[in-house]
């Protein structure tokens, strides 16, 4: 099958690579991407392509894996161009706005399956990639999957169900490293980090255990804070509170200015915290 990728960062290229290891040819649009992008795509054996046209009138399925803030434009652009294939939706978006763009490229003629993927970019890893919508388009899917590193795992036939679940598993994953974070950052104003690590060493299977993980939460905050947004809306939809996410949005934007510094360390991560973030 012939597939085009849309906006591959490290968990589209880690996806894309599984895809071409299956003997799928992946097509993307280097346009506007960065060097570092481009260098992924070549490693993953992405095919590039010179306009987003061209990756659409090539491929039968279509992967959308990008930041969840830009979700709704890569959909837009994509029905603009009258797609009429397999769309499958993977970013981290909220069930309601996932319909939204289901009606929108069903109405330019193509089939659409919501995906969630969980878990780390795969290869070394395995990431598990759930997947709604209806049964023929998503066992499709399974199939392009099967057998790779990015594991297909099929719910249901809802468009929803799958974004649910990553609401639903993220709102707890990436809320408490941010709990994790503001803990560390107080205790750290009274000199008892000492004595918090331990109280957290005594309870089991907790975030707040550990302070190396913090700069790569900081690196990748810029990504987390729209995912975020997406929990809250999907809580607000359901009658539930959602000022826990929405307060977790706000500690990741304090960390807007270390998008990808892979050389903080701890310590200057949560120091960052206490950056005011400008609108």
Known sequence: MIIGLLHPGMMGAGVGAQLVANGHQVHWCPTGRSRRTRDRAEAAGLLAAGSLAEVLAAS?????ICPPANASDVAEQVAAHGFTGLYVEANAINPARMTSIAALLRAAGATV??????????G????????????????????VLAGSRA???PIDERIGSASALKM???SYQKISRALAAVSHALADDFGVTPQLIAEAEAMRGNALAGRSFFPGVAASAWRWAPEMDEVAESLRTAGLPDALAAGAANVFRRWDADKDNVDLD???ALRHL???PTD
Not at 127 to 141: D, F, H, I, N
Request: cysteine-free.
């Open 113 to 122: 399956v919501d995906g969630s993927i969980i878990g780390p970019p795969p």
């Open 168 to 170: 639903a598993y993220g």
């Open 266 to 268: 701890p310590d200057t």
């Open 60 to 64: 039968d399925a279509v992967f959308s």
């Open 124 to 143: 070394a890893e395995i990431a598990r990639v759930y997947l709604s919508g209806p049964a023929g388009a998503v066992a499709t899917v399974t199939r």
């Open 274 to 276: 206490r950056v005011t």
């Open 151 to 153: 594991e297909p795992r």
